[in-house]
């Protein structure tokens, strides 16, 4: 074996494991969204009520993310990730067999299944930025692809348990165990958070490793300017890909008067596009660059929402929809990657972006029902349009950081 291949070997590895972590967490989730209605059936809650047992998984992963910097930082991102999968595995198998007692074991469950959600995504964007830069080639994107790949497998098999009358129970218990068992196997590969190369010559080794020092590194992160511009770049685009999720289906039925089934496929389509988007994305970031790639794209899902909102017919909203996601699909990855531009301050960073990003998932869902109580939903989905706007005045924030 020749010497380059003795070094590209752990990093096809590393990407590997890397997949597979964002393609699990895509699936664990997607496998529990399969099975929501049941356990409402169960449970007899009211859409308001379902509302805040769900909003446990938000609450959990924004407990977690300011706190994944410090963590990923302290034991590594392949130890985070696999305890965070335990944890997970801990989680849904809370949900899967105490949703039939009452609602609070489904409510602890549920945060601590965001809780590892959160820690997890940190640290799997953290391994995935080390890739990034080892490979020297753009794949953030097809990374967040393989989330998306995640989430309709999930859902696929979702529909196929409630197809075959499968209880919930054994369902969740089983996707638990063996995302737990495929994770926990999997990272072995990743590789060092941080080469030698990339400590900071002239800060001390006993100062990086001390934890106060993280501490006040982590705090200090917060005061960036370019990293707080970042984490708003990143959540005008979680918004653009949450509401789209969360509202397209609703949407298509009371707006344009299509049938359930229908609705279902114009999210089918939104996600598709997004899942191709982050498939084919890397190779126009390599070649263009960041900034001109999204604040194109952020034009295309503008676009693309117009088309939804005011469509004449069905078949032009569904072009819309197409548009909408195929727009959406970078800007959550590049920011990620623009996050951990320096690799000895990428944990940190990413943690703080993913929590100003997720917010978007947070706030998003209730302020497109608000809304959409007073102007119906499509027209809510106008407030999209704003961000997008945002998203291009702070595409600037995630240019590369020059090399030191």
């Not at 067999?97 to 820690?119: I, K, M, R, S, T």
């Not at 006040?216 to 949450?242: D, H, K, M, Q, S």
């Not at 089918?268 to 390599?286: I, K, Q, S, Y």
């Not at 590049?334 to 951990?340: D, K, L």
Request: charged fraction near 10%; glycine fraction near 10%.
């Amino acid at each position: 074996m020749s010497t380059i291949e003795m070094v590209a070997t752990p990093v096809r590895q590393a990407t590997k494991a890397v997949y597979t972590a964002f393609i699990m967490l895509g699936f664990a989730g997607a496998s529990w969204a399969s099975r929501i209605p049941q356990v409402r059936d169960e449970l007899s809650l009211t859409p308001s009520r379902l509302g805040f047992v769900l909003l446990a998984i938000a609450a959990g992963s924004i407990v977690a993310l300011p706190l994944a910097g410090q963590i990923v930082a302290h034991f590594g991102s392949r130890r985070t990730v696999t305890v965070m999968a335990v944890i997970l595995w801990i989680a849904i198998s809370g949900v899967a067999l105490g949703y039939e007692f009452g609602v609070l074991p489904v409510v602890l469950g549920l945060f601590c299944f965001g809780f590892a959600n959160g820690a997890w995504d940190v640290a799997m964007n953290v391994q995935g930025a080390v890739v990034e830069r080892r490979l020297g080639k753009a794949i953030m994107p097809r990374f967040h692809a393989g989330f998306s790949v995640g989430t309709v497998a999930g859902a696929l098999v979702g529909a196929l348990a409630v197809a075959v009358h499968l209880s919930v129970t054994i369902h969740l218990l089983v996707v638990a165990a063996v995302v737990a068992v495929v994770v926990i196997a999997s990272v072995r590969s990743f590789g060092p958070d941080e080469d030698p190369a990339d400590v900071v010559p002239d800060e001390p080794a006993h100062a990086v490793s001390a934890p106060s020092s993280r501490l006040r590194r982590t705090l200090a992160t917060w005061r960036e300017p370019r990293t707080v511009l970042i984490g708003l770049f990143v959540l005008a685009f979680a918004f653009t890909e949450g509401v789209g999720i969360d509202w397209i289906s609703v949407a298509m039925i009371d707006g344009y008067g299509v049938p359930a089934t229908v609705g279902t496929l114009a999210f089918a389509v939104f996600l598709a596009a997004m899942t191709v988007g982050r498939w084919f994305g890397p190779g126009w970031l390599d070649r263009y660059g960041r900034v001109p790639v999204v604040r194109v794209l952020a034009v295309v899902s503008v676009a693309g929402l117009a088309l939804f909102v005011f469509g004449p017919w069905p078949a032009v909203a569904f072009a819309g929809a197409l548009l909408w996601g195929f727009g959406a699909s970078l800007g959550f990855p590049v920011g990620m990657s623009a996050a951990a531009d320096d690799p000895a301050h990428a944990a940190p960073r990413v943690s703080v972006v993913a929590t100003i990003g997720y917010c978007a998932f947070l706030g998003g869902p209730p302020l497109i029902g608000f809304l959409g109580d007073h102007y119906t939903v499509l027209k809510a989905l106008l407030a999209v349009m704003v961000l997008l706007v945002v998203a291009i005045a702070l595409a600037n924030s995630i240019k590369p950081l020059k090399a030191r």
